[in-house]
């Protein structure tokens, strides 16, 4: 399926709204032409015969064509914000789908610009391309009967009309199609550029490199602006071709009027003035129709890529059980990089508490992402509860588990509402008792608005090491059976770090744990102790 046919398809869920807007909008097209053939018919009459008639019809045509245009404005836009909602949400979820791993900055520059320029381009679809292209197909039989009435030869002048109202819209489209492509990358680059300069804002001032990121910005916006001055002048071209053409029809129509019936040309020269006026808009739709093309392939494609890792066509129910088991593990991220590990088997029993150890760059992190499903074995099987987790849907599996990874991201929303994340029915006695076993409950508490204080974008508001036990207590909260935390006290120092492991032994009493760790601190009641040696993990204690 074409994706604007995929893009339209998901606008059929407002069929009422998408044919009342067009409906109305044909109406108004259908009183303006009546409107000009009545007035210019009379107005020969008046000038003919020295007596002006207005007839009844005429101020109600000029009337209903001002109401099937105002409620063709309310209806249409309304048509298309439900419309367009509906697309961002499903390219959304699309996204979370298939990016369950995190985006990555570069990513997250193309993905919003799909988000917003994208969907803003495929706004026009149907308001500025569709419904005056049916305007268009109306007009030709409207057009053929009037001309046809004024002299045999004037049916000529569909000829201009066809140019005007689809060929040169062809055309656009077909130049548009070909520069859309490079101001969707050109848009997606500066933004990515511009985030990335952002984001590292601290580190360019340090590293005293203002210059060259502004230059990096300047560059990518020099490549939009190219892309757009060359769309620009394909536009202007096409449409003083347009313009020409219209104006080359209507001189025909005067010319031929000579000849034929006066009365009827001047009623035909008024008809086609209006619609060549109503269609000299198309050559423009028919460019934005070439950058929607693209638009809708870029955003299509971002909301239905599969995820990182297929799901099952038949999932197996979720097990009771919580253990984990690693049988003759084999992984590597692609086939020309080195096997992180080989043959790895390994055993996480319900309720067990495990720690993982190994030197930096030994594939710990790795062991996570595969038991989440953000990565699959390139052989052997992982369990959950006895089950091969190829089996299982990843979303009923990560509710089974509570992740901290190494970076995690604090929203700029209040403290609360950042915990809440992990268990959003959570009352004040809960949130504080997981700040107290992350060890951060006395930073907290000394703000001044407490657990309503403002977090700020990625936790500005707080250091380093507090952010990270926030978000350690957000994992804590979760109310998962498994826990999976990746260097939780990553910022602390040593006499907090073992403060921490004394409580987090009551805070997870039960739970399945997998701790992830450099060296072994403080860790205190653990059921087994695995070691990275080579490529495969050795029990270093039981
Ligand atoms: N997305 C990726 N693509 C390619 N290679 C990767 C990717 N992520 C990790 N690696 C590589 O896989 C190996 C294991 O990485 P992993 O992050 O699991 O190590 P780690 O033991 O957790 O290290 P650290 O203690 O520094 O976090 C490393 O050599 C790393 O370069």
């Known amino acids: 399926m074409s994706p604007i046919i995929r893009v339209v398809s998901l606008w059929t869920r407002h069929p009422g709204w998408l044919f009342l807007a067009l409906l109305l909008s044909l109406g108004a097209l259908t009183a303006g032409v009546m409107l000009m053939g009545l007035s210019g018919h009379y107005l020969a009459v008046a000038i003919a015969g020295g007596v002006l008639i207005v007839p009844a019809l005429l101020p109600w045509t000029g009337t209903a064509r001002v109401l099937f245009r105002y409620g063709e404005r309310i209806v249409g836009h309304e048509a298309i914000f439900r419309a367009l909602a509906d697309l961002r949400v499903w390219m959304f979820r699309g996204l979370a789908r298939s990016a369950a791993g995190g985006l990555g900055l570069r990513r997250t520059g193309d993905a919003l610009a799909r988000l917003v320029n994208d969907v803003d381009v495929l706004d026009g679809l149907f308001l500025r391309i569709f419904v005056p292209l049916m305007g268009a197909l109306l007009l030709l039989p409207m057009m053929f009967w009037t001309l046809e009435r004024e002299h045999g030869l004037a049916v000529l002048v569909l000829v201009p009309f066809c140019f005007v109202a689809f060929w040169v819209p062809w055309r656009a489209a077909r130049a548009a199609e070909d520069n859309a492509g490079k101001v969707g990358l050109a848009v997606a680059g500066l933004r990515t550029a511009a985030l990335d300069a952002l984001h590292g804002l601290r580190e360019v001032k340090i590293f005293a490199a203002e210059g060259r990121m502004l230059a990096e910005v300047q560059a990518r916006e020099a490549q939009l602006l190219a892309a757009q001055r060359e769309l620009a002048g394909e536009g202007a071209k096409l449409s003083a071709m347009a313009f020409v053409a219209a104006q080359g029809g209507i001189l025909l129509a005067i010319i031929l009027g000579f000849f034929g019936l006066p009365i009827a040309a001047v009623a035909a020269v008024l008809v086609l003035t209006a619609a060549f006026e109503a269609v000299l808009g198309l050559p423009r739709a028919g460019l934005l129709y070439g950058q929607a093309k693209k638009a809708a392939a870029r955003v299509v494609q971002a909301a239905e890529t599969g995820p990182p890792v297929p799901e099952p066509v038949k999932p197996a129910s979720m097990p009771s059980r919580n253990a984990i088991a690693f049988e003759h593990v084999s992984?590597?991220?692609?086939?020309?990089?080195?096997?992180?590990?080989?043959?790895?088997?390994?055993?996480?029993?319900?309720?067990?508490?495990?720690?993982?150890?190994?030197?930096?760059?030994?594939?710990?992190?790795?062991?996570?992402?595969?038991?989440?499903?953000?990565?699959?074995?390139?052989?052997?099987?992982?369990?959950?509860?006895?089950?091969?987790?190829?089996?299982?849907?990843?979303?009923?599996?990560?509710?089974?588990?509570?992740?901290?990874?190494?970076?995690?991201?604090?929203?700029?929303?209040?403290?609360?509402?950042?915990?809440?994340?992990?268990?959003?029915?959570?009352?004040?006695?809960?949130?504080?008792?997981?700040?107290?076993?992350?060890?951060?409950?006395?930073?907290?508490?000394?703000?001044?608005?407490?657990?309503?204080?403002?977090?700020g974008e990625g936790g500005a508001t707080l250091s380093g090491g507090q952010g990270r036990r926030l978000a350690l207590a957000r994992t804590l909260l979760m109310n998962a059976p498994v826990l999976l935390l990746d260097e939780p006290c990553a910022g602390l120092d040593a006499a907090t770090e073992q403060e921490f492991f004394r409580v987090f032994n009551a805070a997870t009493e039960g739970r399945t744990v997998l701790l992830i760790l450099h060296r072994l601190t403080g860790v205190e009641h653990l059921d087994r102790i695995w070691r990275f040696t080579g490529r495969t993990l050795v029990a270093a204690a039981g």
């Open 331 to 455: 992984f590597r991220y692609a086939p020309d990089r080195p096997f992180v590990f080989e043959d790895l088997s390994v055993q996480l029993p319900e309720g067990s508490r495990t720690a993982i150890l190994g030197p930096s760059g030994a594939g710990k992190s790795t062991i996570a992402a595969l038991i989440l499903k953000l990565i699959e074995p390139v052989s052997g099987q992982i369990r959950f509860g006895g089950t091969d987790v190829a089996q299982l849907p990843a979303e009923a599996l990560r509710h089974r588990i509570a992740y901290l990874g190494q970076t995690t991201h604090l929203f700029a929303d209040t403290i609360r509402n950042n915990l809440l994340l992990g268990d959003p029915k959570a009352v004040d006695e809960k949130l504080w008792a997981v700040l107290e076993a992350a060890q951060v409950a006395d930073a907290i508490r000394a703000l001044p608005e407490g657990l309503d204080s403002w977090l």
